[in-house]
């Protein structure tokens, strides 16, 4: 089958795609447990996978060339799958394709929607920092009251448990 190179390179693209996916929710994880180093380990992962998710994207789109060039089609268009699959004529390749898109746009449709999760969730985390962080180095003098501008001056009494200056 000339189109099956390109069949199993999307198989295999699917595959990682669903290990960045298991490093996502391992990443949800950690960023919920406040788990740093298991996130640093995780990240580390995913960077590596990431260079092999390229690595098989350059594979596929050289597939697909080959596959265009086999149809006599001298133009190095980027097509899409879906547009390819118009130049399949094979009922059983052209399903094959269409299957393998379906579970590859679900997959990463799933990894979009932890991506985002986590995006949240690690926004969350810091902006607590951020304010544990003002409430500590907050001096004893600032009250959360109102008090009129003309009444304020301008000296503090002393610096917070932390020096935010450093």
Not at 139 to 152: L, N, R, V
């Amino acid at each position: 089958m000339p189109l099956q190179p390109l069949i199993e390179s999307l198989v295999r693209l699917n595959d990682e795609h669903k290990s960045m996916l298991k490093l996502a929710q391992g990443k949800k994880d950690a960023v919920m447990n406040n788990d740093v180093d298991n996130l640093i380990q995780i990240l580390n992962h995913e960077s590596r996978l990431m260079k092999r998710i390229d690595q098989l994207e350059n594979e596929r789109q050289e597939h697909c060339y080959a596959y265009i060039r086999e149809k006599g089609i001298k133009s190095l268009l980027n097509l899409n799958l879906t547009e390819l699959s118009r130049l399949v004529f094979d009922p059983q390749e052209k399903q094959q394709l269409k299957d393998i898109q379906l579970e590859l746009a679900n997959t990463l449709h799933e990894l979009k929607q932890l991506n985002d999760l986590n995006q949240q969730l690690i926004s969350q985390a810091l902006a607590f920092v951020d304010y544990s962080l003002d409430l500590l180095g907050a001096s004893p003098g600032d009250e959360p009251t109102y008090a009129h501008p003309a009444g304020k001056t301008n000296s503090t009494n002393r610096a917070g448990l932390f020096d935010a200056k450093a």
